[in-house]
């Protein structure tokens, strides 16, 4: 497998200081981008090559180019942060690297080796580091790797070329008023993924599928969407960007990986930070009729929905046909709040790393 150096071809022009420091004063989610991205080509025959650090711009497709008419793409998403020394760190770059291995795998395409992604993730961050919030808050830089097939032609098979990328996005804290639950419709008509198909995979059309039933929460009044599965329509799966955990007391339990939901890298990084908690975590089966019985009764104490993005959010009202229920008594559990601090802490640099996820710029 080819391991291309990346070239550093960085723009003549960046944004000056002070326009990259009022986007950084509130920089939102996903709205702003850094001055540079990483670009490296695979080609059938040739492997991995033109490794290049290039000015963000805007990509030139070809009308017939095999992505718009057969999907062949698939995307990770992580953070680095700024440490109280002023470094700058990522969280758990291999974990989302293997993902990507495994994603394109799932899609007949060429798997990226793992030290080539994280050196463009990390060639990126180098390049734009001024553009890593400073530490103290939760802001972050948010990296967007991803994949797409380039070659131009109609014939549906894997495409012979493809072209990976690197952006960047300064992210701020999800709840800047602080952290709120979500409001939940458990979507019993429409599935996500199923049994052999592409839910384990980090694809956009699992995100487009997510789409209508997402339209239809926001109709109910409803943030965010919940899936059951596809073959009993009775077991919760997760929402339609993140994973979910119930806890019962002092038992956490996530839904079990069945190979149509996404193995998340804050649902696993979190079943290992609950046991350092002293929680007793597991992964499990739960269905929707549990989920609405036991936060009726009280035994349910708390859920949360976990992801990049948002770290951890609790999930507060639940909807589903004909019925309705409120998690808790509406606020942030204790549980969550404790999780969702000590990943943060991790994160930020301001607890120890006892499990060697922050991955610092060499």
Known sequence: MTTPTIELKPSASPLAAAEREAILANPGFGRHFTDHMVTIKWTEGRGWHDGELVPYAPLSLDPATMVLHYAQEIFEG???????????????????ATRFQASARRLGMPELPVETFIEACDALVRQDEAWVPAH???????????????????????????????????????????????????????????????????????????????AEAAAKGCAQVCYLDAVERKWVEELGGMNLYF??????????????????????????VARDLGYEAEEGRVSVDQWQRD???????????????????????????????????????????????????IQRGTAQDTHGWMHKLG
């Open 78 to 96: 992580l953070k680095a942060y700024r440490q109280p020394d002023g470094t700058v760190a990522s969280f758990r770059p291999e974990k989302n």
């Open 136 to 214: 103290g808050g939760e802001e972050s830089l948010y990296l967007r790797p991803f994949m797409f097939a380039t070659e131009v032609g109609l014939g549906v098979k894997p495409a012979s070329e493809y072209l990976f990328l690197v952006i960047a996005s300064p992210a701020g804290a999800y709840f800047p008023g602080g952290v709120k639950p979500v409001s939940i419709w458990v979507s019993e008509d429409h599935v996500r993924a199923v049994p052999g198909g592409m839910g384990d995979a980090k694809t956009g059309g699992n995100y487009a599928a997510s789409l209508l039933a997402q």
């Open 247 to 272: 806890v019962y007391g002092d038992k956490i339990i996530t839904p079990s990986l069945t190979g149509s939901i996404l193995e998340g890298v804050t649902r696993d990084s979190l079943l290992a």
């Open 295 to 345: 936060s009726e009764n009280g035994t349910l104490t708390e859920v949360f929905a976990c992801g990049t993005a948002a770290v951890i959010t609790p999930v507060g009202t639940v909807k589903r046909t004909g019925a309705e229920w409120q998690q808790g008594d509406g606020e942030p559990g204790e549980v969550t709040l404790k999780l969702r601090q000590a990943l943060l802490d």
